[in-house]
């Protein structure tokens, strides 16, 4: 935590629970009288702590660490009574709640502490000092801005560590996720060189057909392999979309070439070649609708209908006075297999999220990483059983002057 930005804070909170400019003077005209109070107010605090065996189970250091703990405690009590409210101060009062999270002290312990100190210090105030009830009340009140300050500080530290270490359990979660998710991915292929290799060093008699074949099948396995590793490395550097502007439907006779289509899978192709110019990195839009001509294709694996239409989406606005054409263009892909069930439609462009039994479940998260980066937007629609529709919706390009 940055001190300087902790010392802001705690000004800011000063200001909401209204301590002003006369307080630390009342708080320093009562001190004297109250100093000679600390050494009992520390032994009830304790005293109390070790009757409760679940806020104790904390003090594993015995009678030693209470007596250390009393000295840290008689400290934490001068300084607030001395000041200066600086920004030494409010980080000393944060270290205690850091301190409490290190030791697993949970925050409503340290709630009721105070609020048992707060009585003490208020019945002290008023038995010892000999100021009008009218002052004592406003020492009291400033008393407990101070010590409502000093709780919330504490608190604050509690829910930064907190968030700390929600943040670094979620970073390893996610490690370990994609860590699994590449094991899984290249130990297949790996196994399968690996067979390949013993079978082509040990085999005696193989035949030239057989080497061949052996030598093929090392070759598509490495090219999976390395399939896996462009799809990691273009999702951790993406670059910065080169636009220009695309005839549509090109693009998708360009993408489908390299993207070819199961015989058993009929496929509908509705592009208009007259459809305005959509603008774009076609290299990266060639990752995002090659994805969903292959994610639809896996889905009909026992053959179906792909259909993929250009077309004006519906409700478009007129993107001038003196034509009609759409701002947006939309690019769908639909299957007619077996759909996406509701519970995962809702996560299945989160990345590492995958509905088969292969893939990292990158493609559709990265699809959707480059369609925002092109100010675009990709949508799903689906019906289990009959098939899913996704839309990739593009820029119209600006038509030159
Ligand atoms: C008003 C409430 C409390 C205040 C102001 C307070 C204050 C402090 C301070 C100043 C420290 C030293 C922090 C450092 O290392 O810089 C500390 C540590 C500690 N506190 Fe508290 N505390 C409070 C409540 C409690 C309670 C209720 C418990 C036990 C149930 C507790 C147990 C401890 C323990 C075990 C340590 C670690 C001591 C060590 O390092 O050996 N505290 N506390």
Same mark, same amino acid.
């Given at each position: 935590?940055?001190?300087?930005?902790?010392?802001?804070?705690?000004?800011? &909170?000063?200001?909401? !629970?209204?301590?002003?400019?006369?307080?630390?003077?009342? @708080?320093?005209?009562?001190?004297?009288?109250?100093?000679?109070?600390?050494?009992?107010?520390?032994?009830? +605090?304790?005293?109390?702590?070790?009757?409760?065996?679940?806020?104790? #189970?904390?003090?594993?250091?015995?009678?030693?660490?209470?007596?250390?703990?009393?000295?840290? &405690? $008689?400290?934490?009590?001068?300084?607030?009574?001395?000041?200066?409210?600086?920004?030494?101060?409010?980080?000393?009062?944060?270290?205690?709640?850091?301190?409490?999270?290190? @030791?697993?002290?949970?925050?409503?312990?340290?709630? =009721?502490?105070?609020? %048992?100190?707060?009585?003490?210090?208020?019945?002290? /105030?008023?038995?010892?000092?000999?100021?009008?009830? *009218?002052?004592?009340?406003?020492?009291? =009140?400033?008393?407990?801005?101070?010590?409502? &300050?000093?709780?919330?500080? /504490?608190?604050?530290?509690?829910?930064?560590?907190?968030?700390?270490?929600?943040?670094?359990?979620? #970073? *390893?979660?996610?490690?370990?996720?994609?860590?699994?998710?590449?094991?899984?991915?290249?130990?297949?292929? &790996?196994?399968?060189?690996?067979?390949? =290799?013993?079978?082509?060093?040990?085999? %005696?008699?193989?035949?030239?057909?057989?080497?061949?074949?052996?030598?093929?099948?090392?070759?598509?396995?490495?090219?999976?392999?390395?399939?896996?590793?462009?799809? $990691?490395?273009?999702?951790?550097?993406?670059?910065?979309?080169? =636009?220009?502007?695309?005839? *549509?439907?090109?693009?998708?006779?360009?993408?489908?070439?390299?993207?070819? !289509?199961?015989?058993? @899978?009929?496929?509908?192709?509705?592009?208009?070649?007259?459809?305005?110019?959509?603008?774009?990195?076609?290299?990266?839009?060639? /990752?995002?609708?090659?994805?969903?001509?292959?994610?639809?294709?896996?889905?009909?694996?026992?053959?179906?209908?792909?259909? $993929? #239409?250009?077309?004006?989406?519906?409700?478009?606005?007129?993107?001038?006075?003196?034509?009609?054409?759409?701002?947006? +263009?939309?690019?769908? !892909?639909?299957?007619?297999?077996?759909? @996406?069930?509701?519970?995962?439609?809702?996560? /299945?462009?989160?990345?590492?999220?995958?509905?088969?039994?292969?893939?990292?479940?990158?493609?559709?998260?990265?699809?959707?990483?480059?369609?925002?980066?092109?100010?675009?937007? $990709?949508?799903?629609?689906?019906?289990?059983?009959?098939?899913?529709?996704?839309?990739?919706?593009?820029?119209?390009?600006?038509?030159?002057?």
């Amino acid at each position: 935590m940055d001190p300087g930005q902790l010392f802001q804070l705690y000004q800011e &909170l000063q200001g909401y !629970v209204g301590w002003d400019e006369a307080d630390p003077g009342r @708080i320093a005209a009562v001190r004297e009288a109250v100093r000679p109070a600390f050494p009992s107010i520390i032994d009830d +605090f304790y005293a109390e702590i070790v009757r409760h065996p679940t806020a104790a #189970r904390v003090i594993t250091g015995g009678d030693r660490q209470i007596e250390r703990l009393k000295k840290t &405690l $008689l400290t934490w009590l001068s300084d607030l009574f001395d000041g200066p409210y600086d920004e030494a101060f409010v980080v000393k009062r944060f270290r205690v709640g850091q301190r409490h999270v290190e @030791i697993g002290l949970e925050a409503f312990y340290t709630q =009721v502490a105070l609020s %048992r100190m707060r009585i003490k210090l208020i019945d002290e /105030i008023s038995q010892r000092t000999a100021s009008s009830e *009218l002052e004592q009340l406003a020492t009291v =009140v400033a008393l407990n801005r101070l010590l409502d &300050l000093d709780m919330t500080i /504490i608190e604050y530290a509690y829910q930064a560590e907190f968030t700390a270490r929600e943040q670094r359990q979620e #970073r *390893l979660l996610t490690l370990g996720k994609v860590a699994a998710g590449i094991a899984h991915e290249l130990r297949n292929p &790996l196994n399968a060189v690996k067979t390949s =290799v013993y079978y082509l060093l040990n085999a %005696r008699t193989a035949t030239e057909e057989k080497i061949r074949e052996h030598l093929e099948r090392i070759d598509r396995q490495v090219g999976i392999s390395d399939g896996v590793i462009t799809a $990691l490395s273009r999702f951790a550097k993406l670059p910065v979309p080169n =636009v220009a502007p695309i005839n *549509l439907c090109d693009f998708v006779r360009k993408t489908l070439e390299v993207n070819p !289509v199961p015989k058993n @899978i009929e496929l509908e192709l509705d592009c208009q070649e007259t459809l305005p110019h959509v603008s774009g990195d076609a290299e990266q839009l060639q /990752i995002v609708l090659g994805n969903l001509i292959r994610n639809a294709c896996d889905a009909m694996p026992d053959g179906g209908r792909l259909t $993929l #239409r250009a077309h004006a989406p519906a409700g478009s606005t007129a993107g001038g006075e003196t034509d009609q054409t759409p701002d947006r +263009f939309a690019l769908s !892909v639909t299957d007619t297999g077996c759909g @996406i069930r509701p519970e995962d439609l809702k996560r /299945i462009m989160e990345p590492l999220f995958s509905t088969k039994t292969r893939g990292l479940g990158l493609g559709l998260a990265l699809a959707r990483a480059i369609m925002d980066r092109h100010q675009g937007e $990709l949508s799903v629609s689906s019906l289990p059983g009959h098939g899913t529709t996704f839309t990739m919706m593009l820029n119209v390009a600006q038509k030159s002057a």
